[in-house]
C-alpha cells in the first residue's frame, strides 16, 4: 500500500501547484502601463506589466534599454543593452573590416502575399481574444505644442478645449500646454490598461503559435536573414 501512495503523491505535486497556477493565471489580471517623454533632447519609452507581486519593467534613454524583474516592488534581476546595434568602433586608426553579408533570398511577392492572406483569419482570432479581455484603465500627461504661428496654436489650442469634456469622459486626462513664440512639441503621457483574464489571452497565443501560417512566417522570416540562403 505504501508503495501505491508514492507515485499519488508524487502526481498530486505535480498537479497542484499547476492547477493553482491555473487558477492564478485566470483570476489575477495583468497590469501594464506604457509611458512616452519625448522632446528635442530627451526620448524615454518605459514599458511596466504586473502581475500580482512580479513586474517587468522596460525602460530607455538614449540607446540604453534597461530591463529590470521587480517582486514586492524589489528589484531582482537587471539587465542593460542597446536598443540599435551600433557598427563596431575600430581602436585608434586601425580600420575594422565590415562582416560580410551572406547571401539574400529574393523576396518572392507573390509567396508573402499568400502568407499574409493566411495569417489574417488566425492573427484577427488571436486580436479578437485579446480584445475581449483588454480594458483601457486612462491616460495622463501633458503635451507641450507650438506651431510656430501664434494663431495657428491658438485655434489648435481652442479645438482641444472643445473636446476635453469628451476626452475626460472617456478617462483621458492629458493637458496641453500652448507656446506661442516657437515651434516645439514634447510629449509626457502614460497609458495604463488591463487583462482581465490572462490565461485566455496566454491560450490564445499558443494557439496562434501552433497555426501553420505562422509557422510558414516564421520560416520566411528567417529564410530572408542575411547569411541565410534558400534551399
Not at 44 to 68: D, M, Q
Not at 103 to 128: A, C, K, N, Q
Not at 195 to 200: R, S
Request: charged content about 15%; some cysteine; glycine content about 8%.
Amino acid at each position: 500500500m505504501n508503495l501505491l501512495l508514492i507515485p499519488a503523491f508524487i502526481i498530486l505535486l505535480l498537479i497542484v501547484p499547476l492547477l493553482t497556477l491555473t487558477l492564478l493565471l485566470y483570476a489575477i489580471p495583468v497590469r501594464a502601463a506604457a509611458a512616452l517623454i519625448w522632446s528635442a533632447d530627451r526620448h524615454e519609452p518605459s514599458v511596466l506589466i504586473s502581475w500580482g507581486i512580479i513586474a517587468i519593467r522596460s525602460s530607455g534613454s538614449g540607446k540604453n534599454l534597461e530591463t529590470t524583474v521587480l517582486v514586492c516592488g524589489h528589484r531582482v534581476l537587471s539587465h542593460t543593452g542597446q536598443m540599435e546595434a551600433g557598427k563596431p568602433e575600430s581602436p585608434g586608426n586601425v580600420a575594422v573590416p565590415e562582416p560580410k553579408a551572406g547571401v539574400e533570398e529574393p523576396l518572392d511577392i507573390g509567396e508573402l502575399v499568400h502568407i499574409v492572406h493566411r495569417m489574417i483569419g488566425p492573427v484577427g482570432t488571436f486580436g479578437s481574444a485579446f480584445w475581449q479581455q483588454s480594458r483601457f484603465v486612462d491616460a495622463r500627461g501633458t503635451v507641450t505644442l507650438g506651431l510656430g504661428d501664434p494663431v495657428l496654436t491658438g485655434e489648435t489650442y481652442g479645438c482641444y478645449w472643445a473636446s476635453r469634456f469628451a476626452l475626460l469622459a472617456s478617462r483621458i486626462d492629458v493637458e496641453m500646454v500652448p507656446v506661442f513664440d516657437r515651434v516645439v512639441f514634447e510629449l509626457d503621457i502614460t497609458v495604463r490598461v488591463r487583462v482581465e483574464h490572462p490565461l485566455l489571452v496566454l491560450i490564445a497565443g499558443l494557439n496562434l503559435a501552433k497555426e501553420p501560417a505562422i509557422q510558414a512566417a516564421i520560416a520566411y522570416a528567417a529564410r530572408r536573414k542575411p547569411g541565410v540562403t534558400g534551399a
